[in-house]
Every structure is written in structure tokens, then in C-alpha cells.
């Protein structure tokens, strides 16, 4: 498997052990490794002379949070977690040759948390707020030949700042950039498909070029489309002429027959190199990442693309990764993607900040739609030192940068202005609304706009209809949220504002903790009742889907959340349980719902578990989720009868007691199957038919008491490269291999070889043990340890012990990857 951070295919690649700059191409270099970090807000450590050897060595990605404890008195509260964060200093020596010095040379950060400062050499480049938006620093200029320092100070003092966790520090990678002095600009690329169809297709490009030269220049933009096998299909050369100390855009049109078009079955790619020829020269080079599709949106259709309607089948997902934090490498993000993938999940909506680049990246050759988001807040703040605080002077620089940043992503079919924004319901909000739409419509006009409203229809203070009229698709947060909209939803607006776009930006899914089946809250007599599921939440999630599913009209539903995150809890949870996936990325009982209506693949899914020891007798609620239109379920063999259901139920077709699908004989409305069995120990199954053959069977054991660890990786072998990780799953088993699905055993984790633990987790909310301890109790008979490759060729070997149970182990192998990328090495002081 390839690492894939190699999937910045904008990134110009040499052998890692080569950091000289090249002198006629540009270098994209990643500057992750060897800074000295200081959690302490310290004066002079801006100075060149400022001596940090006692400062502690370590590579980026970092978020300084979530190394600490949990504490239920920490400023960021349940908001962030009841995690600390306070003040941080970074800096990093590194050596420049002579040659660069007549270069442009810039530094790009992919993200900070927040309120940043940074200086080369001493000298202050500027202050940015935004903890979650990529930006950079021109260094022209500001350079020597020979060692020069970077320092950044990260200020994330001023709490709460959130509404969730947000980690602390440089948590998203650094690049340093070297061009000729005319060059391709940051993000300067733009490419659209303005005609797309099966024979042909339009590839639209706008190239921005910088001249730092003292006199103007005269260059050849040369653009090339390649697809995936390197093969050139296309290709554009044009001059433009840019005055000195200028820009200038350059507008070419490539066609490419039978194309391979993007989709999220098939996500083909395709790259454009662009290149700038002065005097005969390539002096500059950029490669950008792209997919030929069409997308088009309409009232009563929906989405529409390449000409075919998509139900966008989505989930809310937050930017953290449960153990790792904010610093997530991109190999974990794929596992994460992979599980939402096998779901049948389609869409995501980045709530409620921008994402890492390579986020999108994986989403482009996924297969994934992204409704990309860039505010949680404007003018009207939700907590005290929120981005309502820096709005008014830096909104519209971060819109620009973040559209020029993501604009060329196939994934991104929508955008975002902003969520649950204070002003929707503000007679004067649609003013501050106007000129964000303004701009998402003049630097990217492919794309339509919408927010998250949750008060469309609130008591009060509903959402103006100036706001509503002025977003190209009205979203909906919450839609059954008031009055009899519980059963209507979207049906009501519908039928007065015809022409509207609709779309579920943020809807219930069904919450809870993974494997706890207790009462509690609606519908529960008392908390020692056993229920397998939240049947008002399971109820209410059905019904939203019947509708959303039916109605074409409703472009698709992004349920809160996917995936459980860190934050937004009331103590002693640290994280907020409303993910169909825990903080590991271990399944809940509720992401096998959306399976059985995502997928085809027969499947089924029983829950509780079988393990109520002392209850003999009791009866237990066996509910299944499942995708064929019958099961049978069977308890020691015994038959507890077939239930059946059928959704969409078919009627006639053509004459009266014709069909052209076989109608079921079903058993219930709903869309899960349920029993009322008296506990036994033993095995229960459940056998799945489909037009009356068996398909598919589950089983599930009472398991004996827990005696042994079982561990396997999803990764056999991973690579030598800053990003790249292996998953290891615990499992406590009894004496036949069953997992125990009530264990907490505590576990010890060691690393030996060439790799090391970032992270163990459980998935259990009240769990306050460090996320970077390498011991804890397992939860409901899981949990995961992510181990990292220390960027050399070789094994690594994880033990898991117990100090009751028989131990596991697994073996990793490290490759040294054909291709590297390039690193910045710190310079020895």
C-alpha cells in the first residue's frame, strides 16, 4: 500500500536524502521534523540568539492538548473537552543555500491552533487568528545562506474559543516553497468542466502568475492534462505578459475525448501540469489534482450528476480523530473513510471549519461528495472568544484563501457559508449573508451555497425570509424539529416556496454509546431496562430516511454525527456520543441501520449482545438491521419466528395484481425487525432470505469469562513516511475465541522496533485516562492502539498485556517507500 500523504500530488518529489533546491523547478518541501517546542509562553524566544536547548525535540504534527489530562475544571470546559491549552512555542533551524536566495520563497502552514505568530530570523511575518485555515508567508528577502530559524508562537489562552475540541499547536503539516521569481501563484490554478459528456469534454483553466522580478516578463503558460496512466490527453500552450512586481491570469481551454468521468463509484483523476516557459526554459511547475464531472442541482430532481440523480447519503464529521487529537495522520483518516465508505455513505459535510488539504485529497479518490464548510460563527458569537471576534476584519480574507485552497477538488460539489449562524434570524442578517455569497459566486461560480439553518421554523425567531432567498439551496439543520414538521419535514416549505433547493445540512442519526444497552431518557421505564437501541432516536432516524429517500426533491441528509469527536460533552463524558461510529472508529449498533439502507450486499445485524448473566428469564429486546426482506431468528436452535419488511413497498405495475417487484408479506412498517425473547445463554442466529433464498446469516454467542487478548492490525505493513499509520484492535476472548462484549480488562501496550504508540483509546465517554498512556482498561471488550512508523525501514512488534489474561502480539513491517518526499532537515545547533 502506498503511504498517503503521497497523495499531494502537487508536491514536487525527490529522494529524501536531497534538500538542495533544484535551480529551474520548484520545490515543495515538508518542514515536519526537528522543532523544538516550549509549553511556555516565553519572552525573547522570538530573537535569533534565543537559546532553546532545553526546549523538547519533536516533529510535526503536534497537538500539545491532547497530550495533557483530562480535568473537569479546564478553562475550554465541555466545549473542548476538559482539555488544557494555553501558550506554545515552536522553533525550527534550517540551512538555505546561496542559490535560494535569489528565489521566491515561501512558507505555507496547513494549520494552527490559533491566534499565530511567526517570525524568520527575528523578523516578525504576521499574525493570523483562524486556527483552522491554511495560510502562508512570503520569505524573499528575509533569507541567508546558511542556518536560518523559524519560530511560531501559538496563543490558545483566551477560552472557551469553541463549541468542541479544537487541539493546540502546529497540528497540520508545514511546507516550505522555492520558485523562479515569475511563478505559478499559491493555489494560482483553477480548473473547471464547464461541457462534460461521454464523447468530449470542456477543461476550463485560469492560471494566476506572480513576477517579483524588477522588470516585466514575458512567459509561455504551457497546460497539460495527464490521466491516471501518465498519459497526455490534452494540452494548451498561451503567452501573458506581467508587468513587474505584478500578477497576471492566464484563460486556456483544453478538450479531452471520452473522458473518464468522476464519480463516487468511479472517482477518476486526471492532473494538470502547468508550466511557465521563459526564454524556451521551464522554470516553474505545478501539478494539480482534478476530476471531470458535471454537476448540476434542481428543484424537484435534487442533485444530479454526470446527468444522474445521487441521493447525497452523508454524515457530519468533526476535524479530530479521538486518541491522536487534531494531529491526525492521513492513514488513520483513510480507515475512518474506508468504515463510512462500507456504510454506504457518500457525502460529508466538514463541520463546521476547514479541513486539512489531504482530507479532500482522500475524498477526491474516495469517492466521496463534500459539502465544504467554512464558518461556525460570524458577527453573532456563540461562545466568548469565538471567530466573531476576528469576523469583520479577517472573513473575507479566509473565504478567498479558502476557495482559491479547495476550488480544484472534484469531492467539493457545494459550499458552506456557515452553521446554525446567529444572524439567519436577525432582520438585518441577510446584509452580513450577501457579500460572503458574493464571494463564493465570484471566485467559484460552479458551485451553489448554502448554510445550516436550525431555526427555519423556530418559535420567535425564525430565519428571515431575505436570508433564506438569498442562499442557492436553503439547508436545513434539524428539519422535524418543530411543531408538525415532525412528520412533514420539508413538505411544508415545499409547497410554498416551490422553486427552493433543499438539503438536510445537519439531522438526527441515532446516538448512544457503543455496546451499552441500558435505559435511560425517552421510552425507558428505568435504568436497569435492557433495550437494543434508542427506539425514539431509531424511530425518528427511519421516518427522516422513508421521507428523504422518497422525495427527489431533498438533495440528500448529513446526520450529526458520523463519528463520535472530543468536546461538546458534559462532564464526566469528555466527547460527544451522537456518532454511528465511536472515537475509535469501532461501528455502533446504528451504523448497521444506515448500511441496510445504503447498501445491496445482504447483510444483518443483531443487537444487544448475548451476555446477561443473572437475567435468565428476563425478556430481552432482539432487534436486527438488515438489508434482506426476511429473517428468521433462532435462539439454541429453537425458532422465534421469520419477520418481514419491504421499504418502498411496491404497488402495481401495468395491471391490477401485477408487480414488477414481488411484494413481502411484512410483519412491521418499520425498517428494523424486532423480538421479545426470554434470556437464555447460548447462541442466537438470525438467517436473512431474499425472494425466499437464504443470503446471509448472523450469529452471535454468550461468551465465558474473558481469558485471553486477541490483537490484529488492519495494516500488515506500512511505510517509512510521515503520515503513516497501522491500527491495531484489542479484543478481550474467552477460552473459544468469542469476544467478550462487556470486558474491561486493563491492558498495557509496548512498541519495540522501528515504530511507536501516538494513541490508545477505548471508546468509552467517562474513560479520563490519557490518550497517550499505554495502559487502560478495555471498553465493551475493545480498543485500539495507533502505531506509528519512526520514518525507517525495519518491523515493529506490539505486545499487549494483561495482567489477568493471557497476552497478544503482532508483528508490523516498515517499508522504505520507492518514492519520498522531501524534508526540510533542521540544521544542528
Same mark, same amino acid.
Not at 517579483?212 to 497546460?223: C, D, E, F, L, P
Not at 521551464?282 to 471531470?292: A, L, M, S, W
Not at 468469542?738 to 483509546?761: F, S, T, Y
Given at each position: 500500500?502506498?503511504?498517503?500523504?503521497?497523495?499531494?500530488?502537487?508536491?514536487?518529489?525527490?529522494?529524501?536524502?536531497?534538500?538542495?533546491?533544484?535551480?529551474?523547478?520548484?520545490?515543495?518541501?515538508?518542514?515536519?521534523?526537528?522543532?523544538?517546542?516550549?509549553?511556555?509562553?516565553?519572552?525573547?524566544?522570538?530573537?535569533?540568539?534565543?537559546?532553546?536547548?532545553?526546549?523538547?525535540?519533536?516533529?510535526?504534527?503536534?497537538?500539545?492538548?491532547?497530550?495533557?489530562?483530562?480535568?473537569?475544571?479546564?478553562?475550554?470546559?465541555?466545549?473542548?473537552?476538559?482539555?488544557?491549552?494555553?501558550?506554545?512555542?515552536? =522553533?525550527?533551524?534550517?540551512?538555505?543555500?546561496?542559490?535560494?536566495?535569489?528565489?521566491?520563497?515561501?512558507? $505555507?502552514?496547513?494549520?494552527?491552533?490559533?491566534?499565530?505568530?511567526?517570525?524568520?530570523? @527575528?523578523?516578525? %511575518?504576521?499574525?493570523?487568528?483562524?486556527?483552522?485555515?491554511?495560510?502562508?508567508?512570503?520569505?524573499?528577502?528575509?533569507?541567508?545562506? @546558511?542556518?536560518?530559524?523559524?519560530?511560531?508562537?501559538?496563543?490558545?489562552?483566551?477560552?472557551?474559543?469553541?463549541?468542541?475540541?479544537? *487541539?493546540?499547536?502546529?497540528? =497540520?503539516?508545514?511546507?516550505?516553497?522555492?520558485?523562479?521569481?515569475?511563478?505559478?501563484?499559491?493555489?494560482?490554478?483553477?480548473?473547471?468542466?464547464?461541457?462534460?459528456?461521454?464523447?468530449?469534454?470542456?477543461?476550463?483553466?485560469?492560471?494566476?502568475?506572480?513576477?517579483?522580478?524588477?522588470?516585466?516578463?514575458?512567459?509561455?503558460?504551457?497546460?497539460?492534462?495527464?490521466?491516471a496512466t501518465g498519459k497526455e490527453v490534452g494540452r494548451s500552450e498561451s503567452p501573458i505578459g506581467v508587468a513587474a512586481k505584478d500578477? *497576471?491570469?492566464?484563460?486556456?481551454?483544453?478538450?479531452?475525448?471520452?473522458?473518464?468521468?468522476?464519480?463516487?463509484?468511479?472517482?477518476?483523476?486526471?492532473?494538470?501540469?502547468?508550466?511557465?516557459?521563459?526564454?524556451?526554459?521551464?522554470?516553474?511547475?505545478?501539478?494539480?489534482?482534478?476530476?471531470?464531472?458535471?454537476?448540476?442541482?434542481?428543484?424537484?430532481?435534487?442533485?444530479?450528476?454526470?446527468?444522474?440523480?445521487?441521493?447525497?447519503?452523508?454524515?457530519? %464529521?468533526?476535524?479530530?480523530?479521538?486518541?491522536? *487529537?487534531?494531529?491526525?495522520?492521513?492513514?488513520?483518516?483513510?480507515?475512518?473513510?474506508?468504515?463510512?465508505?462500507?456504510?454506504?455513505?457518500?457525502?460529508?459535510?466538514?463541520?463546521?471549519?476547514?479541513?486539512?488539504? $489531504?482530507?479532500? #485529497?482522500?475524498?477526491?479518490?474516495?469517492?466521496?461528495?463534500?459539502?465544504?464548510?467554512?464558518?461556525?460563527?460570524?458577527?453573532?458569537?456563540?461562545?466568548?472568544? #469565538?471567530?466573531?471576534?476576528?469576523?469583520?476584519?479577517?472573513?473575507?480574507?479566509?473565504?478567498?484563501?479558502?476557495?482559491h485552497r479547495d476550488r480544484n477538488h472534484p469531492s467539493v460539489v457545494m459550499w458552506s457559508a456557515g452553521n446554525e449562524i446567529g444572524e439567519q434570524s436577525q432582520p438585518q442578517g441577510f446584509n452580513v449573508l450577501r457579500p460572503l455569497i458574493e464571494t463564493f459566486h465570484r471566485e467559484d461560480p460552479t458551485r451553489p451555497v448554502t448554510t445550516g439553518n436550525d431555526h427555519i421554523a423556530a418559535d420567535g425567531r425564525s430565519a428571515t425570509p431575505d436570508f433564506l432567498k438569498l442562499l442557492d439551496i436553503v439547508g436545513y439543520n434539524y428539519v422535524d424539529r418543530w411543531r408538525d414538521r415532525r412528520e412533514l419535514f420539508y413538505d411544508i416549505d415545499k409547497r410554498s416556496h416551490p422553486e427552493w433547493k433543499m438539503v438536510g445540512t445537519e439531522n438526527v442519526s441515532i446516538s448512544g454509546v457503543r455496546g451499552s444497552y441500558h435505559g435511560g431518557g425517552f421510552g425507558s421505564v428505568d435504568s436497569s431496562q435492557i433495550r437494543a437501541a434508542n427506539m425514539p432516536g431509531v424511530i425518528r432516524a427511519e421516518q427522516l430516511w422513508k421521507f428523504t429517500s422518497l422525495h427527489d426533491y431533498v438533495i440528500g441528509d448529513f446526520m450529526w454525527t458520523g463519528i463520535d469527536y472530543i468536546g461538546e460533552a458534559r462532564w464526566p463524558a469528555k466527547n460527544a456520543s451522537s456518532g454511528v461510529i465511536d472515537l475509535c472508529g469501532f461501528p455502533k449498533d446504528a451504523y448497521y441501520f444506515y448500511q441496510s439502507q445504503w447498501t445491496t450486499k445482504p447483510m444483518i445485524h443483531l443487537a444487544p449482545h448475548w451476555n446477561w448473566r443473572g437475567k435468565q428469564g428476563k425478556v430481552i429486546p432482539v432487534m436486527a438491521y438488515t438489508n434482506c426482506d426476511t429473517v428468521e431468528l433462532f435462539l439454541n436452535g429453537r425458532s422465534w419466528g421469520a419477520k418481514a419488511m419491504q421499504f418502498p413497498r411496491p404497488g402495481n405495475s401495468g395491471a391490477w395484481n401485477r408487480y414488477d417487484v414481488a411484494p413481502v408479506g411484512i410483519t412491521t412498517a418499520d425498517l428494523h425487525l424486532a423480538w421479545d425473547v426470554p434470556y437464555e445463554p447460548g447462541v442466537l442466529k438470525a438467517?436473512?432470505?431474499?425472494?425466499?433464498?437464504?443470503?446471509?446469516? $448472523?450469529?452471535?454467542?454468550?461468551?465465558?469469562?474473558?481469558?485471553?487478548?486477541?490483537?490484529?492490525? #488492519?495494516?500488515?505493513?506500512?511505510?517509512?513516511?510521515?503520515? #503513516?499509520?497501522?491500527?491495531?484492535?484489542?479484543?478481550?476472548?474467552?477460552?473459544? @475465541?468469542?469476544?467478550?462484549?462487556?470486558?474491561?480488562?486493563?491492558?498495557?501496550?509496548?512498541? $519495540?522496533?522501528?515504530?511507536?504508540?501516538?494513541?490508545?483509546?477505548?471508546?468509552?465517554?467517562?474513560?479520563?485516562?490519557?490518550?497517550?498512556?499505554?495502559?487502560?482498561?478495555?471498553?465493551?471488550?475493545?480498543?485500539?492502539?495507533?502505531?506509528?512508523?519512526?520514518?525507517?525501514?525495519g518491523s515493529i512488534r506490539v505486545n499487549v498485556n494483561s495482567s489477568k489474561l493471557k497476552g497478544g502480539s503482532i508483528t508490523i513491517t516498515v517499508n522504505k517507500p520507492g518514492v519520498q518526499i522531501a524534508e526540510v532537515q533542521s540544521s544542528k545547533q
Open positions: 500500500m502506498k503511504p498517503f500523504l503521497l497523495l499531494f500530488t502537487a508536491i514536487f518529489l525527490i529522494p529524501s536524502n536531497n534538500t538542495s533546491f533544484a535551480q529551474n523547478s520548484r520545490q515543495r518541501l515538508l518542514m515536519d521534523k526537528g522543532w523544538k517546542f516550549s509549553q511556555t509562553d516565553t519572552v525573547g524566544a522570538d530573537k535569533t540568539a534565543f537559546s532553546d536547548n532545553k526546549w523538547r525535540t519533536l516533529d510535526l504534527p503536534h497537538d500539545w492538548s491532547i497530550e495533557s489530562a483530562f480535568v473537569q475544571n479546564a478553562p475550554t470546559g465541555g466545549g473542548g473537552g476538559y482539555l488544557p491549552t494555553g501558550i506554545g512555542w515552536y =522553533r525550527k533551524r534550517f540551512n538555505m543555500p546561496k542559490s535560494a536566495l535569489s528565489k521566491a520563497v515561501w512558507i $505555507e502552514f496547513d494549520g494552527v491552533y490559533q491566534n499565530s505568530d511567526v517570525w524568520i530570523n @527575528g523578523h516578525h %511575518l504576521g499574525h493570523y487568528p483562524n486556527g483552522y485555515m491554511s495560510f502562508y508567508y512570503d520569505l524573499s528577502g528575509q533569507l541567508k545562506s @546558511g542556518e536560518n530559524i523559524i519560530t511560531v508562537r501559538v496563543d490558545n489562552s483566551l477560552q472557551p474559543n469553541t463549541r468542541w475540541y479544537s *487541539g493546540s499547536g502546529i497540528y =497540520r503539516h508545514v511546507w516550505l516553497s522555492m520558485a523562479d521569481p515569475v511563478h505559478i501563484a499559491q493555489w494560482g490554478t483553477y480548473v473547471t468542466t464547464p461541457k462534460v459528456d461521454s464523447a468530449s469534454a470542456t477543461v476550463s483553466i485560469k492560471t494566476q502568475i506572480d513576477n517579483q522580478h524588477a522588470a516585466a516578463k514575458n512567459v509561455i503558460i504551457r497546460s497539460l492534462v495527464v490521466d500578477s *497576471g491570469v492566464s484563460d486556456q481551454k483544453i478538450t479531452v475525448t471520452s473522458p473518464a468521468l468522476w464519480s463516487v463509484e468511479t472517482p477518476n483523476m486526471y492532473n494538470l501540469r502547468t508550466q511557465v516557459i521563459d526564454r524556451g526554459k521551464v522554470v516553474d511547475e505545478v501539478t494539480t489534482p482534478f476530476g471531470i464531472r458535471d454537476i448540476q442541482y434542481d428543484a424537484n430532481k435534487g442533485f444530479l450528476l454526470n446527468g444522474k440523480r445521487v441521493k447525497m447519503n452523508g454524515v457530519c %464529521l468533526h476535524h479530530d480523530a479521538g486518541s491522536v *487529537g487534531a494531529a491526525v495522520p492521513e492513514a488513520m483518516w483513510v480507515r475512518r473513510l474506508q468504515i463510512l465508505k462500507e456504510m454506504g455513505c457518500n457525502a460529508i459535510r466538514t463541520s463546521h471549519n476547514p479541513v486539512a488539504p $489531504e482530507f479532500l #485529497d482522500l475524498c477526491d479518490r474516495m469517492g466521496f461528495l463534500v459539502q465544504n464548510e467554512i464558518f461556525d460563527v460570524w458577527k453573532a458569537g456563540k461562545v466568548k472568544y #469565538d471567530y466573531s471576534v476576528y469576523f469583520d476584519k479577517w472573513s473575507q480574507h479566509d473565504l478567498r484563501k479558502f476557495i438467517i436473512g432470505r431474499k425472494g425466499g433464498k437464504v443470503v446471509v446469516e $448472523e450469529v452471535i454467542h454468550t461468551s465465558g469469562a474473558p481469558a485471553a487478548i486477541r490483537v490484529s492490525v #488492519d495494516r500488515a505493513t506500512i511505510e517509512a513516511q510521515p503520515g #503513516d499509520v497501522a491500527h491495531v484492535t484489542i479484543k478481550v476472548v474467552d477460552a473459544d @475465541g468469542h469476544v467478550v462484549p462487556d470486558a474491561a480488562e486493563p491492558v498495557q501496550v509496548r512498541v $519495540e522496533g522501528a515504530g511507536k504508540l501516538i494513541g490508545l483509546d477505548n471508546g468509552n465517554p467517562v474513560d479520563h485516562t490519557s490518550m497517550k498512556s499505554d495502559q487502560r482498561n478495555t471498553f465493551n471488550g475493545l480498543a485500539l492502539a495507533v502505531i506509528q512508523s519512526n520514518n525507517k525501514a
